[in-house]
Every structure is written in C-alpha cells, then in structure tokens.
C-alpha cells in the first residue's frame, strides 16, 4: 500500500496519482497545502515539497521524477505492454525529455502562475503570499500557453501519442498539467485541434475520472474540463 502526500492540483502530484491509477496501484492519500510546512512534512521531505510517495514503511520517495523512475522499476516490468516508460533507450530519453518539459518548463511559464494566482492564493494567507492575483503573472502564463500548445500540436500532428506510439508518462504528465490550466478555463482549445484531440484521448482514461471529478470551493470548473466531448 501507498501513501501519497499531495496537492490536489498540484499538476506534479496529479501526474503521480495518474501513474498509479494506471498501474493499478492502492494507495491512500494525504493532503497539504504547498506553502505549509509541517514537521511531518519536513521530516519525509526537507525540501518541504509535494509529492512525496511511501511505499509501506520504505523511504520517502519525493518529487515526480523520482516516483516516476521508481514506480517504473517496481510495476512497469509486470504490466507487459502498458508499461508506461519504452523499451528503447532513445524512446525513454525522449519520454523522460517531455515529462520534464511539462512538469518543469511549461510549469515555470504557464500552468504554475494560473495555479497559484487563481488558486492558492484564494487560502495562502498574506504572510505566504496570499491575495488578490497578480495580473501580471496571468498575462505571462495566456501569452505563453500559445508558444507551449503549438509545440505540442507539432508533436501529436506526427505521433499517436505525445512521445511516440504508445501511452507513456509524457502523456499523463502534460494531461496532468493541462488538466489544471483547464479546470480554471485557460485553454484556448479552439486555436490548438491537433491538442485538442490528443487530450480527449487522455481525459477518456479511466484514471482520470477521479481528477475529473474533483472540484475548488468557490470556483466552479470550466464547462470543458469534465466533458469528454469538450
């Protein structure tokens, strides 16, 4: 059994609860807000972030990358041609390449500012940072989510999937990021079909449903986020 300990729209820890999901794996969650740091947080991850994954009384196992690797190592080899990661080294490096670019780079320019902004901040109190959005961040991440999209329409014009022909991690970690951005509105679907499509696939999957369904207090979802027909 696992314990997760997360955010619920943290896209990194989504993209961990996906992975699971689709490996079929039970666990239990436990659920922090990022910018609280408490001793038992501190003790499994001194950095102090999510997510941070436990395998019964095994290590801590902390950040996406880590828990990526690891959970490939211990169920991808079981699950014949689901493994999540591929079996030829330049596949895997090109899997590997793109879920950094959604879990580190699109987050830093995109889907981290409208996360934060629009929902963190809505219980962050003022000494961590809470308040009023910053207008700013939010015009940086819709200027920039056009730059990202169109790499990824490149991508998926040429690939059945993301990083090849096959579900990989890339595909749930940038569902997982995008699934975030979308909740809160701020896909222009309607300029990117190539990525439209693709994440019709992804949203379809049986492990996202749970994230599907999850709501903010105060903030209802987009009209597309739990469409599948979006």
Known sequence: MFTLYHHPFSPSSRFVRLMLREYGADYQERCFDPWERPGELLQLNPAGTVPILVENEGPAICGPMPIMEYLDETRGYAVADRRLMPD???ARAECRRLVDWSLCKFDTEVVGHLVRERIYKQTMPKSAGGGAPDSAALRVARANIHHHLRYFSYLVASRRWIAGDRLSFADLALGAALSCADYLGEVPWANEENVKNWYA????RPSMRP????????????????????
């Open 88 to 90: 030829h080294p330049d």
């Open 201 to 204: 696939r992804v949203k379809s």
């Open 211 to 230: 994230l599907l369904s999850e709501k903010i207090l105060g903030m209802p979802a987009s009209v597309t986020y739990a469409d599948l027909d979006f």
